[in-house]
């Protein structure tokens, strides 16, 4: 099977990242039946599995590296992907080849008679992944949940480290206790005698979170932290606290105070894992590897432009805080905005402190989940900002490009499916410095 047709294989199934329908008659027996088909590659190795409503990609790229810095050949499975399919399933952190993930594909495609059931465009990504890094014979697997936990399809997998980031307002419609139904959810990751590396701090989610068959549970805050986290040229300085002991000053070149939370469960997920402390040189050295692309990240130099995928509440919080401590304007905030379904524009545009800008151009996610560019544009102009509706990405990010002076800072964000193309459009200039100016868009 060539590249074209695992891809046109994985689009006749059912895709619900693309569609957020509710799966009925929720059950892993699907995803156990087309793993058990393939040899259940998803038993040959040990895992770190990670959940959360914000944070489980920049957490599992984070314990990738610092896996790759102990020496350890590691697989990472994360999702959804920013620019092309392959970066969902890497090895030793590069994503897999046309023609390795066509044969990955390839083999689900060919067991999946054999297993019995009609697989989902994510469990067949999630077996092809598993297969694939059991085909490498990897020493450890990272790996993302896709959404919630107990039933995603990545939980087929018996994790010796489960780790929870946060518990926060993200596919769910905000009725009821909803935070309780969601950690409820989410820690059914956790497997008898597994270490649980809970990031979420809440006390009154305590009981619940404590109700797992975990062997044992570190809890952020009381066994882990980030004692301190400062500004540094390109990212932050951040002394991280284990079980094990402390470590300061480590640079870890990614932009917001929350990525310290991140390093810091980071660091205690592998830890635990290893069952012992880090070498503070494997510790720097992994940290100081990180890149997570389209999390506040800085692709180019005057104007600056920055991709921000904050698709949800607290990651427009996150990101409103990061624009503030960190960078400091002399000129204008011109922002390029889309979101899906889901989200209230007027709270997500408020989240994001978009009263600052001075233009908002709204645009419309590459997806059937879109709010259209117009309804983003009206919720603006009702708050009283200047706005701009262009349906397109690609085109929405030339007009920003095209008003911004060299001092202006171009802020890309709201949506996965916004960040993506902007990211492809821009091209070779997602290297910080690759250009001395902005292009001429006019």
């Not at 068959?213 to 980030?226: H, I, K, L, P, Q």
């Not at 990651?315 to 011109?334: K, M, Y």
């Not at 905005?337 to 151009?361: C, I, T």
């Not at 410095?433 to 902005?438: N, R």
Request: hydrophobic content about 45%; some cysteine; overall charge negative.
């Amino acid at each position: 099977m060539n590249l074209y047709a695992a891809l046109a294989y994985l689009d006749e199934h059912t895709n619900l990242e693309a569609t957020a329908g509710r799966a009925e008659g929720l059950s892993l027996d699907r995803m156990r039946n087309l793993s058990h088909a393939l040899g259940d590659p998803h038993l040959a190795f040990p895992v770190i599995h990670i959940t959360g409503t914000n944070g489980k990609g920049s957490v599992a790229r984070m314990c990738t590296e610092l896996l790759k810095a102990s020496g350890l050949s590691v697989g990472t499975y994360t999702s959804p992907h920013l620019e092309v399919i392959n970066e969902r399933i890497a090895w030793d952190g590069e994503p897999i080849s046309d023609e390795d993930l066509a044969a990955s594909i390839g083999a689900v495609a060919a067991v999946e008679e054999l297993s019995g059931v009609t697989p989902s465009y994510f469990e067949i990504l999630t077996a092809a992944a598993f297969s694939h890094f059991a085909d490498v014979a990897v020493d450890v697997a990272v790996v993302e949940v896709g959404m919630l936990g107990r039933w995603d399809a990545t939980n087929v997998v018996d994790a010796s480290v489960a780790v929870l980031t946060n518990v926060g307002r993200d596919h769910t419609d905000g009725q009821g206790d909803w935070r309780r139904a969601i950690a409820d959810e989410k820690v059914g990751i956790v497997k008898p005698g597994a270490t649980f590396v809970c990031g979420e701090s809440d006390p009154e989610l305590r009981d619940l979170l404590a109700g797992t068959e975990a062997g044992v549970t570190w809890w952020r805050g009381d066994d882990f932290d980030a004692d301190q986290s400062m500004v540094a040229l390109g990212g932050r300085a951040v002394s991280l606290r284990t079980p094990t002991g402390t470590i300061d000053a480590v640079f870890v070149p990614l932009h917001g105070d929350h990525q310290a939370d991140n390093a810091a469960i980071a660091l205690a997920a592998v830890e635990a894992f290893f069952d012992r402390r880090l070498d503070d040189e494997v510790v720097e050295e992994g940290f100081a590897s990180v890149k997570v692309p389209g999390r506040f990240e800085v692709v180019m130099r005057e104007p600056t432009v920055v991709l921000d995928a904050a698709h949800n509440l607290d990651g427009a919080l996150a990101c409103a805080a990061t624009l503030r401590e960190e960078f400091t304007l002399a000129g204008s905030i011109l922002m390029v905005v889309g979101f899906l379904d889901g989200r209230d524009p007027a709270e997500m545009l408020e989240a994001l402190d978009a009263s600052d800008a001075g233009l908002l151009v709204a645009c419309t996610p590459v997806s059937p989940r879109a709010v259209p560019a117009p309804a983003v544009a009206a919720a603006a102009e009702q708050m009283g900002l200047g706005a701009e509706s262009i349906s397109s990405v690609e085109d929405a990010l030339q007009r920003a490009l095209a008003v911004a002076s060299a001092d202006d800072l171009v802020l890309v964000t709201g949506s996965l499916y916004v960040v993506g193309p902007a990211r492809a459009a821009l091209g070779d200039l997602v290297e910080v410095g690759a250009a001395d100016e902005a292009p001429d868009y006019d």
